[in-house]
């Protein structure tokens, strides 16, 4: 398998022991240069620049990136995406925004099958606002599955671009269209396909986005999310905090939000948690996300037919057609919990998921075809052993 | 003047240029240690552990570091503090779960001096519940000031142990008291006092903290907060996120918290950003609270007695009596704000806040005496020049 992207495996700093990272997709590998930047910020910028550095760009980093992210990986022009919080609060503040926009309009949609906190947190809007959840419950969101819920009662939409567990990838500008036919705000869940697969959200009139940056964005452990907001949608926020005010600093009476996408912050930004992930969205952008998406597609197509001849006892759970697939496989067998200990004592190291999910993270820059060649090589010496 | 604790300056990160840095109550100086441990955690940690550091620690760090920080800081028992979140969030979520506990009770109560994100969380949770926000009008706040604004409706009561403006340092278990005769939950912000004045919360009965670790903490720029609750409080915040759930890995439907501290957790936490407070509490531990108190009103002394002497024309905002005072001094002065420019080109860096007030933080184990006296004579230097 020719691989295009090699190269730039060698900026990734070495995993001592690790045969093959599976696993890109919940934590991605420290880029070399993001450990240097963490480790120059320290002495140079915090010791160096002490309480200045606010004033000197800290104040606008959650923006400065937040815009970086929105040019290279998200379709978004200037001032629409901020850096803060986890995926989770950022989640709470636009779904209550969108929830309190329209009285009228009572009902969050999502897919039963969504990652848990998009769940828990629409579950628990609904309960304090008094609102519905409608749930689609028919399997792989399309967009005919989600005009089958969405009516004039539709206050917003919350669903993954891709399936935290199947990997479905979903048809962004079909659905969304879908939505706004009914009225309705869209709010896309971009966990696990922000810097995999291409995004459009401007062209696709998308209304609102979050989405965490320690996945393929390669941020590190519980690096803070993005929140992307549509310019000219003019939602209030619950979270009333000084740095999301119109002038922080007069700490004057009253709280006036500040406009746009600033409004959206609450307290004070977590800078040294989002200094890594510039490091990737510069590397995205210099290899360009359409070659990404390829390798992906080829790291993906490939360990779907290395699982069909040497995992036959495994159930495919990821769509065998590219266009409908993210950047990871899950193959489900009954024994996979069991052996998972053994795949990461020597060195394999994917994810699982209940009830019997083996999930094969590939993520397209650091992962090799090596890599998921002796991956599932493993999965099927180990599953041997136990069968 | 003779400083006991001089020899742990040496522990802390130079900042060349820098003369007198006296804003160690807005931004912490980084120690050596915690330069190290973050450099070493990206390769060794996230790197050489990568998806494996989560089931190895990582999970457990914001309450480990919670009850690290309740033995030393804060005087709490284990399993009553977690690290995560910003100030504002974690206050929303406490505010939010001590209104909601008791329907008949319909009033918070905060300081108009707050803190703006204090006052802000306050008056958007007034307004999304439909509840009142009773304002302590009268000045610093004393148990007499609060007795006379709770009742029978009091949801509960938001204070600041140490003003931010003033630095007031107000009375926890009598205030606290005050506040349980009347039936009411008890909030105490605790930004500008831990790390540098005594507490304790549990022999105090307070119910809840939260409070920064950027400030005496020294975890760096904008690093998570933290949030106490009470053993056997049982309250129910509002975003629930994965990790806050009873059993996150079972990704079931339907949430439910965790039990106790726990269950204030929403999402993935801030890893990067929670390790470096780690070093200054161990400091605090080494060095005793006792000691820290003791050299930290050595410090507001002389700084006072200086400004008296040196400063005629500037007001004293802070109190003289140290019992009422924390660890930063805030001197008036319709001229300041015209030379805070200046001071920070000459490497003399306080803080400023309006209208007209420079802030002198006083770190007991970052700062000396010696930058004390710089400071002042470069401010006195510099009015002479605009006077």
């Not at 004033?55 to 001032?79: N, Q, S, T």
């Not at 510069?282 to 070659?291: C, S």
């Amino acid at each position: 398998m020719k691989d295009l992207l090699a190269e730039y495996r060698s900026r990734f700093v070495e995993s001592p022991g690790v045969v093959a990272y599976l696993d890109g997709n919940s934590l991605g590998r420290p880029l070399a240069a993001s450990v240097d930047r963490i480790a120059a910020f320290a002495t140079e910028q915090w010791a160096g620049r002490l309480i200045r550095g606010w004033d000197e760009g800290w104040l606008d980093l959650p923006l400065a990136i937040g815009d970086e992210l929105g040019r290279v990986v998200l379709g978004a022009a200037p001032g629409q995406v901020t850096i803060g919080d986890s995926t989770t609060v950022l989640l709470y503040k636009l779904v209550r925004a969108a929830a309190d926009r329209d009285e009228g309009r009572t009902e969050l949609v999502i897919d039963r099958d969504d990652f848990p906190t998009d769940r828990y947190v629409l579950e628990g809007i609904a309960r304090e606002r008094g609102l519905t959840v409608r749930w689609i419950d028919e399997g792989d969101v399309t967009p005919d599955r989600v005009a089958a819920v969405v009516g004039p009662k539709t206050a917003v939409v919350v669903l993954s671009h891709i399936a935290y567990r199947s990997g479905f990838l979903a048809d962004i500008p079909a659905i969304t269209s879908v939505v706004h036919d009914a009225g309705a705000l869209m709010l896309w869940d971009l966990c696990h396909s922000a810097g995999v697969a291409p995004i459009d959200l401007d062209a696709a009139g998308v209304d609102l986005a979050v989405g965490c940056t320690y996945k393929y964005l390669n941020g590190g452990p519980g690096s803070p999310a993005f929140a992307y907001v549509r310019a000219g949608l003019h939602l209030r926020q619950p979270i009333q905090g000084w740095l999301g005010s119109r002038t922080p600093f007069a700490m004057g009476q009253g709280y006036e939000p500040a406009d746009g996408i600033r409004g959206m912050l609450s307290g004070t930004p977590p800078i040294i948690g989002m200094l890594a992930m510039r490091d990737m969205v510069a590397l995205i952008d210099e290899v360009g996300l359409d070659a990404v998406r390829a390798k992906s597609i080829a790291l993906t197509t490939f360990a779907i037919e290395l699982a069909d001849s040497r995992l036959p006892a495994a159930r495919l759970a990821t769509p065998r057609d590219p266009a409908h697939r993210g950047s990871h496989v899950t193959l489900d067998h009954p024994a996979f919990e069991s052996i998972m200990p053994k795949l990461w004592a020597r060195g394999v190291i994917p994810d699982f998921r209940r009830p019997d999910g083996i999930r094969l993270g590939l993520s397209p820059l650091s992962t090799s075809f090596d890599e998921v060649e002796l991956g599932v090589d493993a999965i099927a010496a180990e599953l041997a052993l136990v069968s």
